[in-house]
Antibody, heavy 120, light 107 residues
């Protein structure tokens, strides 16, 4: 069955970097794009952008341009999110989510979420 | 950006009842609206996309309707596993945007 398994919780200090992984299984990784979604504590979902898993081309929402990088290890069916120069407001759970096959903006399978806490 | 306004924010109901959750877009998104369920300890689940198309595995007691700016998720004959958070999301244009969520609680 389709599974997206994300890396574990992270505790970081402001200014540090973090890399979150999302390992896919149960389907051909390069056939579906991968989205990233942020959920701050007690808040709703915010779309960060997506990466074309066939070409490696990322697309970022405006609020996530600059410090956020989407990357792939296609041979390992893994998508990564790296956040640099961490700020307190980056404290959140980050989800990877597979795009739909016919509708790239639909997210038809989700990872369990990776918690990032930024605190001095 | 397209703003998505969900209502109500909270909803209390009993098993067997029917409920509706509304989602309003700040401009027309044609039919391109999805609904998701979020529950603690479980992966988020896509329920409906393109306004009314049930995702494979979504029970038939769920239905979606609407187009343009106004959409509704209806759950008939509530089951205990239906209680949780529900989000709408427009998938018509970048950036994809979500509603603030509706918490469906047991009465």
């Amino acid at each position: 069955q389709i599974q997206l398994v994300q890396s574990g919780p992270e505790l970081k200090k402001p200014g540090e970097s973090v890399k979150i992984s999302c390992k896919a299984s149960g389907y051909t990784f390069t056939d579906y794009a991968m989205h990233w979604v942020k959920q701050a504590p007690g808040k709703g979902l915010k779309w960060m952008g997506w990466i074309n898993t066939y070409t490696g081309k990322p697309t970022y929402a405006d609020d996530f341009k600059g410090r956020f990088v989407f990357s792939l290890e296609a041979s390992a069916s893994t998508a990564n999110l790296q956040i640099s120069n961490l700020k307190n407001e980056d404290t959140a759970t980050y989800f990877c989510a597979r795009s739909g096959y016919n509708y790239v903006g639909v997210m038809d399978a989700w990872g369990q979420g990776a918690s990032v806490t930024v605190s001095s | 950006d397209v703003q998505m306004t969900q209502s109500p924010s909270n909803l209390a109901a009993s098993p067997g009842e029917s409920v509706s959750i509304n989602c309003k877009a700040s401009k027309s998104i044609s039919k391109y609206l999805a609904w998701y369920q979020q529950k603690p300890g479980k992966a988020n689940k896509l329920l409906i996309y393109s306004g009314s198309t049930l995702q494979s595995g979504t029970p038939s007691r769920f239905s979606g309707s609407g187009s343009g700016t106004d959409f509704t998720l209806t759950i008939r004959n509530l089951e205990p596993e239906d209680f949780g958070l529900y989000y709408c999301q427009q998938h018509n244009e970048y950036p994809y945007t979500f509603g603030a969520g509706t918490k469906l609680e047991l009465k």
